[in-house]
């Protein structure tokens, strides 16, 4: 059984920076992408961002484009959100997550077919 280890979070103020983590370990698969969900208050669960492992290509929901950054560190098998730049609106709860098909980071919905998940990182942007 696979699991996914988050730490990181907290409150932040506006124009503020969080980083959070996310360790695997007990699977083993031939490609996946991993990366985050959020969901905020009375909101449906959103890809945010995504690290391929086959080429460490990268996706990023178009609102955190430019602000937020996605990278892997092989040697500690662990994977890193820099969240720069936060806005109220990135207040949410995040949610490290794994699966072979990078669509469900894209697609509306696609939170619903993802099969493994960390516990969930609660990040506030509050003044």
């Known amino acids: 059984q696979g699991q996914l280890v988050e730490s990181g979070g907290g409150l932040v103020q506006p124009g503020g920076s969080v980083r959070l983590s996310c360790a695997p370990s007990?699977?083993?698969?031939?490609?996946?992408?991993i990366g985050w969900f959020r969901q905020a208050p009375g909101k449906e669960r959103e890809g945010v961002s995504c690290?391929?492992?086959?080429?460490?290509?990268?996706y990023y929901k178009d609102s955190v484009k430019g602000r937020f950054t996605i990278s892997r560190d092989n040697a500690k098998n662990t994977v890193y959100l820099q969240m720069n730049s936060l806005k109220p609106d990135d207040t949410a709860v995040y949610y490290c997550?794994?699966?072979?098909?990078?669509?469900?980071?894209?697609?509306?919905?696609?939170?619903?077919?993802?099969?493994?998940w960390g516990q969930g990182a609660p990040v506030t942007v509050s003044s």
């Open positions: 997550a794994i699966d072979q098909d990078p669509l469900f980071w894209v697609v509306d919905g696609g939170w619903r077919n993802v099969k493994l």
């Open positions: 007990g699977f083993t698969l031939d490609y996946y992408c």
């Open positions: 690290i391929s492992s086959v080429d460490g290509s990268t």
